[in-house]
């Protein structure tokens, strides 16, 4: 046996990650794909990674210094399980089998219970980057045992993207904590995209500016707090002219946004959480709605404004876009992070929300500058209920909220979609609120259903006879 690590699955991701894997010091990495192919074009075409080739899963585990290690880069779902099963078989307990696809979070909490049941190590492990991150240092949100990380730890560093000195890498959580946090991760991606996207909207349509002079602005925003990968890639789509036909592309790409699944898996979980991750929800809702054209064709002749929208003080205007963008964006992150906190306390993993937004500075699609603030927060206060009340982001907020407002009163005046802004607007109103209407809906549950009401001014739970003679009665905890 000569490879200290192995890589089953070589489609983009799994060869570039075997590459990355190899071109760091003391790797010897093994390779298997099911299909021959992949793996002799990898290995011919990569000779200096001096990739050790597999055509079994026996040939692939006997390449394998014990304990065994090998990364599964397949696709999600039954591929991954079939994968597993085949890596059972040849391997012996105490190797170690890490699942770097994007499985959902549940199917990785069911794997990692039936492999220690057989005393293997199984780590569900989030890869963030694509293909570019795979093959020049992805971030990386890998679960599972204690006892993986021993060996594990110190390869995944040495290929992990590092931001400011620090590698892009920390053991998550137990079990499924890795793919959770990958989920969230690609959730909050969803809302930062819509958000920039709903800002280059009302300004196209309030200023006429073209998507080249959009482009510019972007730029110049990502020399600012905004400054991110997200911002930094905008400017460049923006700025791109399509070849056939001379206009800018963003004008002749089709106006329906697809999705693969990992932003839907966010809201679905945070619906049975309880967590409010609405500006994460609209966003995977906006791309629902894009792609509908049935739907927006006989939607079309709708009513909308009166009058045509355009502002007056353009330079404003813009000024007032780019505080909104940032005060929704500190709403959709401090979601996403309520909804790992949730999922924590719930599946019983123990995660350090700083160094999460610390290894999501570099290698990820969210990388930005911001992150280091969100760590700030959390190290400032590790237990700290809402992220969007730490002193840094209520300074931002203080400075952005009333602009917030002007937007997406302009928004919903000129009749120019803006879900996510208005939706992190609300979830921010209604975070503060001394006083919510849910007083009224416990009023009406009570009403129709008997489901009872707790009171402002004595302990207990209670219940109006409502049908009867509307007297107050004290009542068990039907909540
Ligand atoms: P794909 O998701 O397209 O999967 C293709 C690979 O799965 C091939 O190697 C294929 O082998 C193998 N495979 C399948 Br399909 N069924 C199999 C089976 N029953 N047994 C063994 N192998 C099987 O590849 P990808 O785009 O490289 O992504 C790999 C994983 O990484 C996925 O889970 C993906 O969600 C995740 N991911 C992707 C990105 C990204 O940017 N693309 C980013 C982060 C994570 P074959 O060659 O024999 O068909």
């Avoid at 690590?5 to 071109?23: T, W, Y």
């Avoid at 709903?198 to 196209?204: G, K, P």
Wanted: aromatic letters at 8%; hydrophobic letters at 45%.
């Amino acid at each position: 046996a000569v490879a200290n690590i192995g890589v089953v699955g070589l489609a983009v991701m799994g060869s570039n990650l075997a590459r990355n894997l190899a071109s760091r010091e003391g790797n010897t990495v093994a390779v298997y794909n099911r299909s021959h192919e992949k793996t002799d074009s990898l290995v011919a075409e990569h000779r200096e990674a001096g990739f050790v080739p597999g055509y079994s899963y026996e040939e692939f585990a006997a390449s394998l210094q014990k304990p065994r290690t090998a990364i599964i880069m397949v696709k999600a779902g039954a591929a991954t399980d079939a994968v597993i099963d085949e890596l059972m078989r040849v391997f012996e307990p105490g190797d170690i089998i890490v699942d770097g696809g994007n499985s959902l979070f549940t199917d990785t909490i069911r794997r990692e219970k039936a492999a220690r049941e057989r005393g293997f190590n199984f780590v569900g492990m989030g890869v963030s980057g694509g293909e570019e991150g795979a093959l020049h240092g992805p971030s990386l949100m890998p679960g599972g045992p204690d006892e993986s990380w021993v060996t594990l730890g110190p390869i995944l560093r040495s290929i992990a993207a590092v931001a400011e000195g620090e590698p892009c890498v920390t053991h998550i959580g137990h079990d499924g904590a890795g793919h959770f946090v990958k989920m969230v991760h690609n959730g909050i991606e969803y809302a930062d995209m819509q958000l920039i996207a709903e800002a280059y909207d009302l300004i196209r349509r309030g200023t006429g500016k073209t998507p080249a002079e959009i482009a510019d602005i972007f730029a110049e925003w990502n020399r600012g707090e905004l400054e991110s990968y997200l911002i930094e890639i905008t400017a460049e789509v923006l700025r791109q002219v399509d070849a056939a036909t001379g206009k800018p592309l963003v004008d002749v790409i089709l106006d329906q946004a697809g999705a693969k699944g990992t932003g839907a898996w966010t809201v679905q979980t945070a619906l049975d959480l309880g967590v409010p991750v609405s500006g994460i929800a609209e966003a995977v809702f906006a791309r629902s709605l894009s792609s509908h054209p049935e739907q927006r064709a006989v939607s079309h002749g709708l009513p909308g404004p009166e009058e045509a929208f355009s502002v007056d003080d353009v330079d404003a205007f813009v000024e007032e876009v780019r505080l909104a963008l940032y005060a929704s964006k500190i709403v959709a992150y401090s979601q996403g992070f309520d909804e790992i906190r949730a999922g924590a306390a719930r599946y019983d993993w123990s995660i350090d929300l700083g160094a999460v937004s610390k290894i999501w500075r570099a290698g990820c699609i969210i990388r930005a500058q911001f992150l280091n603030r969100i760590a700030d927060a959390y190290a400032a206060e590790p237990d700290l209920p809402v992220l969007l009340t730490a002193p840094y982001f209520v300074d931002a907020l203080t400075r952005g909220q009333t602009a917030w407002r002007r937007v997406v009163a302009t928004a919903a005046a000129a009749g120019i979609p803006s879900p996510a802004f208005s939706s992190s607007l609300a979830y921010y109103d209604g975070l503060r609120a001394d006083r919510l209407p849910a007083a009224l809906v416990q009023g009406q549950r009570d009403f129709f259903g008997a489901h009872t009401y707790k009171r402002v001014d004595r302990e207990g739970t209670f219940h109006t006879l409502w049908s009867g003679d509307r007297t107050e009665v004290e009542a068990e905890d039907t909540h």
